[in-house]
């Protein structure tokens, strides 16, 4: 049976204040129940997977810092993928970077995915998320990959809902138009035109 999501909260809450005493094993549980889940979201900033493990692990390094510090405000989920995402932009940074590597993705050789996906409609979505910003695709994993809600989305990018709003609208309108394309039909707009 699946936890819901105030269960998993409430439970990531109590790993937290035990993480704030220094309980080496919490940190352990929540890293484990994170960890491929952050795999996944960092994938839209960087297919380089030993970056993203090293994103993964500096951002429990400072989750394990700061526990004590947890507001609340937010779901622990929030607060943990706020903080990679903040390494990730970082990491980024500081390599000289660009948000993703399209080449990697296109040559197949992105981050592991869950077997029981459809390999097909995988690599449909795929090519055309490559044709989004990097922002509108953090903001579509975050809101339909990972199922945080806008606010939740806001708080994790650091910026205003209006904002979150605004990418994820225009990321749907590209999606809209190029995902046709990409499975060999005519975009929507000209679908539309010609009714």
């Not at 199922?147 to 999606?175: C, W, Y």
């Amino acid at each position: 049976m699946n936890e819901s999501t105030r269960e998993v909260d409430a439970r990531d809450r109590m790993l937290l204040q035990r993480m704030a005493a220094g309980d080496h094993a919490a940190l352990e549980t929540l890293y484990r129940a994170y960890h491929g889940g952050l795999c996944r979201f960092l994938s839209r900033l960087t297919r380089r997977a030993d970056l993203i493990e090293e994103i993964v692990n500096d951002s429990f390094w400072i989750a394990w810092r700061k526990a004590g510090s947890f507001q609340g405000s937010s779901r622990v989920s929030t607060w943990i993928m706020g903080i990679a995402y903040r390494c990730g932009l970082k990491a980024l940074r500081q390599r000289g970077d660009e948000p993703v590597d399209d080449y990697a993705m296109r040559e197949g050789r992105g981050p592991a995915h869950d077997p029981d996906e459809d390999r097909e409609l995988r690599d449909w979505l795929g090519k055309a998320m490559e044709h989004l910003s990097a922002d509108q695709r953090v903001v579509v994993e975050l809101v339909y990959g990972v199922g945080n809600s806008l606010d939740e989305v806001a708080a994790i990018m650091q910026a205003p809902v209006g904002t979150v709003k605004a990418r994820l609208f225009h990321a749907r309108i590209k999606l809209r138009n190029v995902l046709p394309l990409l499975g060999g039909d005519p975009p929507a707009q000209q679908q539309e035109n010609a009714s």
